[in-house]
């Protein structure tokens, strides 16, 4: 059992930044792909960026060179550094946790463990 918890979001203006936080309560946290889905009002819940168990990161094109991806596996803790955020960046973001690396990693279903989400609202 994980269990996650986000933090961090709020109201930011467009070009500002946002950093969030998410905690987790696995044993083998250092072993989980780590990554961040978003949801927008009335849209489906999409792939944000991942930080491999292995160390390296994947993102979607829309935020590649705003958003990066850390973790302190000491801490069981990811982070999410966004950076230049526009207002389509509005969404609930959800931390989430892959304890078995396997399938495609922008698919949701593949997220063994899900946070109840942050919200990042960026005004105009």
């Known amino acids: 059992q994980v269990q996650l918890v986000e933090s961090g979001g709020g109201l930011v203006q467009a070009g500002g930044s946002l950093r969030l936080s998410c905690a987790a309560s696995g044993r083998t946290f250092s072993t989980y792909d780590m990554g961040w889905f978003r949801q927008a009002p009335g849209k489906e819940r999409e792939f944000v960026i991942v930080?491999?168990?292995?160390?390296?990161?994947s993102y979607a094109n829309s935020v590649k060179g705003r958003f990066t991806i850390s973790r302190d596996n000491a801490k069981n803790t990811v982070y999410l550094q966004m950076n230049s955020l526009k207002p389509e960046d509005t969404a609930v973001y959800y931390c989430?946790?892959?304890?078995?690396?396997?399938?495609?990693?922008?698919?949701?279903?593949?997220?063994?463990?899900w946070g109840q989400g942050t919200q990042v609202t960026v005004s105009s």
């Open positions: 930080s491999w168990s292995g160390g390296s990161t």
């Open positions: 989430a946790a892959r304890t078995r690396g396997r399938g495609r990693y922008v698919d949701e279903s593949t997220y063994d463990y």
